[in-house]
């Protein structure tokens, strides 16, 4: 059952952790479940967007920076009803033999996704025209901040950024299987409270843990943001295991709920504010036929978490709590 109704059943049986009142959340919980498997039956893949669906990043790519047909092949004609895409200087770049270009098209999309800056830049400074057509880019012209060496294009290209990014989401599930499933057991024995304190620390930390996502999302947005999505996702991961660390190191305040409660809050809401950010990296360099296998790692990551508690569960009773934590702090840094 969700921490509201699970709040509801124990004021109601009792706030104490025995087995009557905890048998009967866990009852309720599974049989309002089985509402929620009905509804799903109900979706209609015909009423998908299909087309509409697929885009780079920011939005759907632009014509202008598409490859272009037969017929406009070199002029760099952009459709009307499109904005030309210019520099920081607000000059108009024939996009078509760009390395902006090559990396959308022709394969190196792990630079957009990494330095989403200069399309931010791009789409700031594009006037309010309905059409235009784009001359050539002068020799003198600036090099777009997308280019990269050599090397880098051919260790990082977009065939490997969907299992870079399977492998990191696979090895934070393990490590956090770790430490998820005992943090109820850490609340109740170490930090003494009852089940509706517990749950009201859940409470909390889902409004917390949008807000967060929306902030990360606007900071990392192609026109109003100042940062990249991966770079988001790297900040608020290290944030969330400084949180975790300093539960596992800050002993003597496991006692004082207002201080060790907050940071647990902190952790849990900084640390998975970014997965719509690293699920929209994934589907941008993904297919849209191959999605659904992709996206289906998540149910490995789900399984994994069940052979990583037990790992957790027997450091957490040798060792202790703080020790699974830093063990898990350790594994997610990796």
């Not at 109704?5 to 025995?18: A, S």
């Not at 929620?36 to 759907?60: H, N, P, R």
């Amino acid at each position: 059952a969700g921490p509201l109704t699970g709040i509801g059943l124990f004021l109601w049986r009792g706030d104490t952790w025995t087995m009557p009142e905890l048998t009967a959340v866990f009852c309720f919980g599974i049989s309002i479940m089985v509402f929620g498997a009905i509804v799903l039956l109900f979706f209609d893949d015909k009423k998908t967007l299909g087309a509409e669906s697929e885009a780079a990043f920011g939005g759907v790519v632009p014509s202008s920076i598409r490859p272009s047909s037969s017929a406009n092949e070199g002029k760099g004609i952009i459709d009307e009803g499109e904005e030309p895409l210019l520099d920081s200087k607000g000059r108009e770049h024939d996009m078509k033999g760009s390395s902006y270009h090559n990396d959308v098209v022709e394969g190196n999309l792990l630079d957009v996704a990494s330095n989403d800056s200069f399309y931010n830049k791009a789409s700031r400074t594009a006037p309010s025209s309905s059409s235009a057509v784009v001359g050539k880019i002068e020799d003198n012209s600036p090099t777009p901040p997308l280019e990269r060496s050599s090397k880098r294009r051919a260790l990082l290209t977009k065939e490997s950024v969907p299992y870079i990014i399977v492998t990191s989401d696979i090895m934070m599930g393990l490590a956090s299987g770790m430490t998820i499933k005992f943090f109820p057991l850490f609340f109740k024995n170490e930090a003494g409270l009852s089940p509706v304190g517990t749950l009201l620390i859940n409470v909390v930390t889902f409004p917390i843990m949008s807000a967060c996502s929306k902030l990360a999302q606007y900071i990392s947005d192609p026109v109003t943001g100042c940062m990249s999505r991966v770079q988001i996702c790297i900040i608020t991961s290290y944030i969330g295991i400084s949180c975790l660390v300093l539960m596992s190191v800050l002993r003597s305040v496991w006692q004082t709920w207002y201080i060790i409660c907050p940071i647990y809050v902190a952790r849990t809401a900084i640390m998975n504010c970014n997965y719509p950010l690293r699920k929209s990296i994934l589907m941008n360099f993904v297919p849209k036929k191959s999605r659904g296998r992709w996206n289906s790692i998540d149910s490995v990551t789900r399984f994994g978490w069940s052979g990583s508690a037990l790992i957790g569960g027997y450091l957490a009773d040798r060792y202790g709590y703080g020790f699974s934590f830093l063990v898990t702090a350790t594994i997610q840094t990796n």
